[in-house]
């Protein structure tokens, strides 16, 4: 019984860390319809960002606290510089191309960021710092789950709440839905889209810069290339459950987090992503639109 | 061009003579120096030339081996199996006596027979196939690096011997490199009778956790890991077991004995076992050879050079006290009697692998490798 315990929280653990990249990921495809390739590399950038300004702080001496809440501040800030660009750049242009121009821009954009930061940074893995701390309350346990996981999935769970009161209520979600709905009507009745579009970006990459700063501090080191496996299993995960949907997003996660590690527990990890990726073909088999999307008619 | 039957057996006869001719000039030594010197594995080949070269020049600068000028028969095989069957029936016709190379496996496996079968010795510094050596098939074959499974030998040796591990959890990353060294121990601890192998997994690289798999080596109660494969999962693995307070011994490979794993893993690298080459950069053999190529080619010598130097040092040292070119008497020196070479005094055991190349197991003390053996 321990061990299943023990496997389960290392699955939400995994499931948590996909649903922070997910999140971005099911955004910004329920706004305009774009699978953004280039997020798992967002995702990177904000580790990147977070290594050299807790470094730089840490040299000065700031408090533990003080170091976490200013990286955490300034990744999301850069990173949401760099989703704004990319949309400017890559997307926006495109916007009334065939579907498949902006997701080969996508891919484009994913490796030349890869390359940009391999060029700029260093081919090397990096070590990150423990930005979370050991919690002493947490030590009982601290063998079945650690501080850093029970940080991300808490964050996971703020963020989830969050996301889905400022769409649901606040006067940008609204807009956001309308857009979503019908992009042509919500013009006409006055919504800025490429405003809307905009902040989508900067939402959905904050969003990745938390998860990368989160990730990276939990694993302890990074490298250019981070960004591409997470990406593609946290796009997996919101395909699970439902690209485009907020809930589904975080459900798919902690669906596939648990799926391999349980598979990795009692049968073989070498088996883990056959299970992972079994699973979703048998899911979008009997629900095509994954387990929360909405199957909406193509209307002709 | 198409040859008929009487004109075919006729300049193949040319050809034999020729042969015979250019084999009875009285007294050069022939080394036959074969590897890739050009494409895009040229930079594994070419160092091997450049030592073979530096070790001659000096015999021929003090009048060659007992008075016999050296000549070298330079050949690419480009690291082709098809090529080095040609490159290998090019260095017979030319009346090779012996032949460092080739530096490939591949190439190194396509190509032997045709040496077997003409009595041609054959020492390489850098095909790492076990089975050329292991398989008996190739009694001519002498190599100057160890094998691929020397450091999965070494590492489970030491597990068993010097550590006294008697459940042993083997991992590896699902890569050739690891997946190769995982399986060699495996099949090392099964011989070994004393211990066994409690788990045997690949890990999926890059992935963001592996607290599964790290739970999985706690249940199995193992008390040591083996791990196959680079740096990045183990520095992983090895964080989340030490944070799960496991206090099991964990030893890897020369993919993990690189300062940047302890750079990653911090704290948590401490007292991790992992195997790499000797290091022989203090061995005045070594310095002296590094330093002639230096003066010779204006840069550091490049990938397999010390192999290559050890390996033209033993064939040239074996030639000059057997006092002839004969295969027999050539592989009776190599076998029965030392050679000072830059890996330090080594001779070759009956197989053909050298004796006193290999590898030593390091410790992280103090944020630093240590060598323990």
Known sequence: MDYFIELFFSGLTRGSIYALIALGYTMVYGIIGLINF?????????????????????????????IFVLTLAAAAVWAAAYGYTIEKLAYKPLRHAPRLSPLISAIGMSIFLQNYVLLAQTPDFLPFPALIPDFAFME??????GSSDLAILVTTAIIMVFLILFIKFTRTGKAMRATAQDRTMAMLVGINVNRVI??????????????????????????????FIAGIKAFTAAVLGGIGSIPGAVLGSFILGLTESFATGYISSDYEDVFAFSLLVLILIFRPAGLLGKSTTEKV | MKLTGVPASLFSALLLTFALQTASVAGTIKIGVAGAHSGDLASYGLPTVKAVELVVNDLNAGGGINGNPIELLIEDDVCKPEVATNTATKLVSQGAHVVIGHICSGATKAALPIYKDAGILVISPSATNPALTQSGDYPNFYRTIASDDAQARTEVDFAI??????????????????????????????QSGTAEVVLYEGVTPGAVDYSAVVQKIKRSGADAVIFGG??????????RMRKKKMKTLFISDDG???????????????????????????????????????????????????????????????????????????????????VATPFGNIRFDDRGDAIGIGFSVYQVRDGKYVQVR
């Not at chain 1, 009982?140 to 789950?145: A, E, L, T």
């Not at chain 2, 590896?172 to 090392?188: C, I, N, R, S, V």
């Not at chain 2, 680079?230 to 520095?235: Q, T």
């Not at chain 2, 010598?301 to 006092?323: H, K, M, Q, S």
């Open chain 2, 256 to 338: 993990v004995k690189d300062d940047t794993f302890i750079k990653v893993a911090g704290k948590y690298a401490e007292g991790v076992y992992a195997t790499g080459p000797t290091d022989v950069t203090s061995n005045p053999i070594t310095i002296a050879a590094r330093e002639a190529h230096i003066k010779a080619y204006g840069k550091e010598p490049g990938a397999f050079f010390d192999n290559a130097y050890a390996a033209a040092l033993a064939i040239t040292n074996a030639i000059a006290r057997a006092g002839s070119t004969d295969s027999a008497a050539i592989a009776r020196i190599l076998t029965t009697q030392e």
């Open chain 1, 198 to 227: 905009s902040v989508t970006f900067v939402i959905g990459s904050a969003l990745a810069a938390v998860g990368g700063v989160l990730i990276a501090s939990h694993v302890g080191q990074i490298n250019f290339f981070i960004g």
């Open chain 2, 161 to 190: 011997n010097v550590l006294g591990a008697r459940k042993i959890a083997v991992i590896h990353d699902k890569g050739d490199y690891g997946k190769g060294l995982a399986e060699y121990a495996k099949t090392f601890i099964q």
């Open chain 2, 230 to 239: 680079y740096h990045p999962e183990a520095s992983k693995i090895v964080t």
């Open chain 1, 140 to 145: 009982p346990v601290s063998h079945i789950v």
């Open chain 1, 38 to 66: 280039a997020h798992g590399e967002i995702y990177m950038i904000g580790a990147f960002t977070a290594l050299v300004v807790s470094v730089a702080l840490s040299i000065y001496n700031f408090p533990l606290v003080a």
